[in-house]
């Protein structure tokens, strides 16, 4: 499986930014999309993910915020990120699981500026 993610940038405080991620490869075998987040100093965390049967799980610290979806046709997960915060500034990583393997994508940066 191979990701490919866009966007991130720089926005300012209470901004939106739209991620998006490609799949390809052993796609049908994705059981869960995702993106996760490493803030500078921090570990890196599960932001949100969306299942290959379209449940969705949105971290807690971005919750009414974050929305994750997935368009099945392009196989591309996306990430809207609206009223964004300076702590959500982080370099963002898309996410596949097939069968407890993880892999991921290069690395996009996020920056929010106050």
């Known amino acids: 499986v191979q990701l490919q993610a866009y966007g991130g940038g720089l926005v300012q405080v209470g901004g939106s930014l739209r991620l998006s991620c490609a799949a390809s490869g052993s796609i049908s075998r994705i059981n869960a999309l995702g993106w996760y987040r490493q803030r500078p100093g921090k570990m890196r965390e599960s932001v949100a993910f969306i299942t290959s049967v379209g449940a969705t799980n949105v971290a807690h610290s971005v919750k009414g915020r974050f929305t994750v979806g997935r368009d099945n046709a392009s196989n591309t997960v996306y990430l809207q990120m609206n009223s964004l915060k300076p702590e959500d500034t982080a370099v963002y990583y898309c996410?596949?699981?097939?069968?407890?393997?993880?892999?991921w994508g290069k690395g996009t940066q996020v920056t929010v500026s106050s």
């Open positions: 996410n596949a699981v097939v069968r407890d393997i993880d892999y």
